[in-house]
């Protein structure tokens, strides 16, 4: 039931963009995008409900495709505070939750 | 409180011996999760209680692990006869999900080493 994350890992310069997809098996009621830093805690980005529209914050958006079960992360005009790993969450009911293997990225100058 | 706190923020014990991991969540949050991630590894599902309702616990991943959460507001993560592939970190994260899901918060995580 785990999601599949692509790309495993992505290298970016400053200012480009990036897009990280996550695929699930299931039918989901929802998913949840996280940023996790070296050493620290995960940090919720957002979360797209089923039936929901795309969210953005800041200069990331995300999408949630219900009929494919897929949700697509976009990050845009990237800064390097944006590096880290970022996990896609999937929910196929109220109950349970499952992560992505997640997605390395990383912003050069 | 401020945010999600969780103790202790780290345990070392001896292979065998049982360990009580808590979370005290932010006040006023009915929703309450544990997730466990290993060195390196991507996160696992452990468990998710909401208010007063009776917590999936299919997402444990063995007999010896078990979740409480009294009153609707703290949670203790008990591990039974730990064994050395229980080392993670155990990060506890909660959310207020009231009128729809709200943002979800972690606590900085229990480092759970077994020697």
């Known amino acids: 039931q785990q999601p599949v994350q692509s790309p495993q890992a992505v290298i970016l310069r400053e200012g480009e963009d990036a897009v990280i997809n996550c695929s699930s098996s299931k039918a989901l009621y929802s998913v949840h995008w996280y940023r996790q830093k070296h050493g620290e805690a995960p940090v919720f980005l957002m979360i797209l409900l089923k039936g929901g529209e795309q969210k953005g914050h800041d200069k990331i958006s995300a999408s949630f495709n219900e009929k494919k079960q897929q949700s697509s992360l976009y990050l845009t005009a990237s800064q390097l505070s944006y590096s880290g790993t970022y996990f896609c969450g999937t929910e196929p009911n109220g109950n349970q939750f499952y992560f992505g293997t997640g997605t390395s990225l990383t912003v050069i100058p | 409180g401020a945010g999600v706190s969780q103790s202790p923020s780290n345990k070392v014990t001896e292979k065998g011996k049982d360990v009580e991991l808590r979370c005290d969540p932010i006040?006023?949050?009915?929703?309450l999760y544990w997730y466990r991630q290993s060195l390196g590894q991507g996160l696992e599902f452990l468990i998710y209680f909401q208010g007063n309702s009776a917590p999936d616990k299919s997402g444990l991943p063995s007999d010896r692990f078990s979740a409480e959460r009294t009153g609707g507001s703290v949670s203790t993560l008990t591990i039974q006869r730990t064994q050395q592939e229980d080392s993670a970190v155990y990060l506890c994260a909660s959310s207020s999900q009231t009128g729809g899901v709200d943002t979800i918060y972690f606590g900085e995580g229990s480092w759970l080493t077994v020697v």
């Open positions: 006040s006023g949050h009915t929703a």
